[in-house]
Every structure is written in structure tokens, then in C-alpha cells.
């Protein structure tokens, strides 16, 4: 079993940026892509960004693209999710996830889940 732990989150203004962080723990992640998905209240869970095994190849969603950039450390199992030029409309919760597939957009692609951390945006 593995455990996916997320940071970084917090309340932040417009414009603003944060960095969240997913510590990966009792397993090795490295062989999977990993990513991140974002809930907010009353809507549906959404694709933000993907990153492959090798960091070589990412994905984004249409929220995120030129805004967003995932990252990740197979040496320190995390991956990280760097937040520029946040909206008001970016407020939700963060959830990282692992997966065997490819960098997917499919939230039932991804095996492993965080419990997700707060992310605030405020006009």
C-alpha cells in the first residue's frame, strides 16, 4: 500500500501563487505518472495537470494550461504543483493522484489518492 500526502495549500489573493506538494510514502511512485485533480463545492471533480514517470511528458487542463506547471522528484517521491496568476475560480480541493496509465485526464485512471488539501483564492 502507498499514501499520498498533499501541502501547500492555504488562502492566498488574486494573483497570486502557491506551491502544493505531494510527499508519496510506503511505496515507491516513480513507475507511475502522477497528477493532480481539484473538486470545488457543487461542482465536478476536474482534470488540472499530469506529469509521466520519467517528468518528460505532462498534461494539462484547460484551467491550468499557462497558469500551472507540474513537476516531480522520483528521488524524493513528490510531486509538485506550482499555482501563478490564481482566480478567485480556482478555489477547491486539491487532490493528488497516482496512476499506471499515461498522462490521463480520467480520474478512475488513477489508483492512488491524496486527501486532498484546501486551496482558497480570495477577490
Known amino acids: 500500500q502507498g499514501q499520498l500526502v498533499e501541502s501547500g495549500g492555504g488562502l492566498v489573493q488574486a494573483g497570486g501563487s502557491l506551491r502544493l506538494s505531494c510527499a508519496a510514502s510506503?511505496?515507491?511512485?516513480?513507475?507511475?505518472?502522477k497528477g493532480w485533480f481539484r473538486q470545488a463545492p457543487g461542482k465536478e471533480r476536474e482534470f488540472v495537470a499530469a506529469v509521466s514517470r520519467n517528468g518528460i511528458s505532462s498534461n494539462y487542463g484547460d484551467s491550468a494550461k499557462g497558469r500551472f506547471t507540474i513537476s516531480r522528484d522520483n528521488a524524493k517521491n513528490t510531486v509538485y504543483l506550482q499555482m501563478n496568476s490564481l482566480k478567485p475560480e480556482d478555489t477547491a480541493v486539491y487532490y493528488c493522484v497516482a496512476g499506471s496509465s499515461y498522462v490521463n485526464v480520467v480520474d478512475a485512471d488513477y489508483s492512488y489518492w491524496g486527501q486532498g488539501t484546501q486551496v482558497t483564492v480570495s477577490s
Open positions: 510506503g511505496r515507491t511512485f516513480a513507475r507511475y505518472t
